[in-house]
Every structure is written in C-alpha cells, then in structure tokens.
C-alpha cells in the first residue's frame, strides 16, 4: 500500500518512527514532511497529505500533530478526504470500518508508540464494512459538493 505521511514539528519524531515501521511492513511511503522538528505549520502538511490521497497518488495518508486535531480539521477541507483523529485502536479500526476513513490522524503528544503502532497496524489492515456505512458516506462525498 502507498502510504502518505505527514506531520509538524510536535510530530515530526512519531512520524519518524512511523515510517520505518511502515517499511519494514513493506508498505511505501511517501513522505511529506516536515524534515526536522523544527517550527512549522501544520496545515502546510495536513494539504500535502491530503492531495496526495485525493488525487490517489497514495492509497492512504497518516497525520501527526500534537493532538492530531488541527490535522484533522485542515485535511477535511480537501475534497476526497475522509480524516479521522483517532485515539485508541477501537475508534482507529470503525474509522475504516464504518466511514471509509482515507487518512489516520494521531495525537504525538497524548498516546506513547506501543498504542499508534498498534493502532496504525489496525486502521492499515481494516476493510471499509458497506452497506448501510455506504449510503452514509455517499451522503458526506455530496456535502463537498454543495458550494459549488
């Protein structure tokens, strides 16, 4: 799978650490930045990742920020995307599940690398569930269309 990762400089070590898992998994990453953890802004990169999975350059796209909220917020604007902040590996497995979630948002600041592994581990491996969930994302993917 073509996995996008993108993060700010709160989140620039877990994405790190991300990506070389990823890897091992043998997974490809496409890496969107931030190169350092120096200060950045995060919706620079919450764009990159989020284009990158709309325009199916990647399959997915994982965001880390502090709380991966702002992330979550500035992807959400990309037509395409269905970002979810998850928490723990129930809300990161019915982001797939139930809404077809296309980019993993985490908190680098509020869960330790053992619980996002497993959770990136689980939302990768997590099949979208259809039937009624379909019809329920078919109504979001018009709602971007209704300022046209």
Do not use: Q
């Not at 490809?28 to 999975?53: L, Q």
């Not at 139930?98 to 690398?113: P, R």
């Not at 689980?122 to 039937?131: K, M, N, P, V, Y």
């Amino acid at each position: 799978m073509r996995i996008a990762l993108g993060s700010d400089h709160r989140g620039f070590e877990t994405k790190t650490r991300i990506a070389e898992r990823l890897s091992r998994a043998g997974h490809e990453v496409i890496d969107k930045g931030t190169t350092s953890a120096e200060s950045v802004d995060y919706p620079d990169y919450a764009s990159a990742v989020a284009h990158a999975v709309a325009s199916g350059e990647a399959d997915r796209g994982i965001l880390i920020c502090g709380t991966g909220l702002g992330m979550c917020i500035a992807a959400n604007k990309v037509a395409g995307v269905r970002a979810a902040p998850c928490h723990d590996a129930l809300t990161a497995e019915l982001s797939r599940r139930h809404n077809d979630a296309n980019i993993l948002c985490l908190s680098s600041d509020m869960l330790g690398d053992r619980v996002i592994g497993h959770m990136v581990d689980i939302w990768l491996a997590t099949d979208f569930e259809g039937g009624r969930h379909a019809r329920r994302v078919e109504k979001i993917k018009a709602l971007e269309h209704e300022c046209d």
